[in-house]
């Protein structure tokens, strides 16, 4: 009995670049249908308020938390060294440059992300693509150009959100419980924190994470399988792939941005 079986391997493997191709292609025109997606606004718009308003809640108090930890954790580890008054720069910087990004994205992907592979795939399912094909309407045009744009927007926006409120968080925990001295805990910070390469960079993140995952989204329900089952595994992938993606991106983006 043979286990192994070139042909099979072969076959599996021409799948895949078939897929990798079609996913390329689909990147593509997204891209290139930016001027038209930004010339009928109002569609991009609607998706704006849609995955980032009703996203905002679980980025804000996330962060919240998140700065609650790096509050506590931070102090008792500088307070080892006599520099409990860099709190604030060790809050500031673990966010704007890696917290902040990375778990704003995997937020947004277990979020936003399941929510338009379900829905683009129950649209699949329903045959609503095929009937606007069939209108001569361009489901890529129509449908998904403009929430690939929105998901790009909305993804900068609510990492600064989410890096804003864990700062407050972790000058609730410093300055407030603990009683870090305010002035060394925002002088700090403002003084170690560089705009371009700190902010700038976390900045360029949460735009890469934000054309990562909402492609991965879109991609996922175009190509579901129109059936129930189709839909919920496809919004199974969209979780794990778009995870691994960001955390795979992340290191190598870093490893970029610390390198030049």
């Given at each position: 009995m043979t286990w192994f079986n070139p042909a099979?391997?072969?076959?599996?493997?021409?799948g895949k670049l078939a897929d990798l191709g079609h996913g390329a292609r689909l990147f593509v025109r997204l891209v290139s249908l930016f001027g038209t997606s930004m010339r009928r606004f109002g569609l991009v718009r609607d998706q704006?308020?849609?995955?980032?308003?009703?996203?905002?809640?679980i980025i804000a108090v996330s962060g919240l938390f998140v700065g609650f930890v790096l509050g506590l954790q931070g102090y008792y580890t500088l307070q080892r060294y006599g520099s409990s008054e860099a709190l604030g720069l060790l809050v500031a910087l673990s966010l704007v440059r890696e917290l902040g990004p990375v778990v704003t994205a995997l937020l947004f992907a277990g979020r936003a992300g399941t929510s338009l592979t379900a829905e683009i795939g129950l649209m699949k399912a329903g045959e609503q693509l095929s009937a606007m094909e069939m209108m001569a309407v361009d489901p890529v045009r129509r449908v998904?150009?403009?929430r690939f744009w929105a998901g790009v927007i909305v993804m900068p926006l609510l990492a600064a959100v989410f890096s804003a409120v864990g700062i407050i968080g972790?000058?609730?925990?410093?300055?407030m419980l603990i009683g870090v001295d305010p002035g060394a805990f925002w002088g700090q910070m403002q003084g170690g924190v560089d705009v371009w390469r700190d902010v700038g960079?976390?900045?360029?993140?949460?735009?890469?994470?934000?054309v990562t995952v909402t492609f991965i989204a879109l991609l996922q329900g175009f190509e579901a399988q129109p059936?129930?089952?189709?839909?919920?595994?496809?919004t199974t992938r969209t979780v794990v792939v778009a995870s691994l993606s960001v955390?795979?991106?992340?290191?190598i983006l870093t490893a970029m941005m610390f390198s030049i």
């Open positions: 099979d391997v072969g076959y599996a493997t021409r704006i308020h849609f995955l980032g308003n009703y996203s905002l809640a998904l150009a403009p972790g000058w609730v925990v410093g300055v960079n976390g900045v360029v993140k949460s735009f890469v994470f934000g059936t129930p089952e189709g839909v919920a595994r496809a955390l795979g991106l992340d290191f």
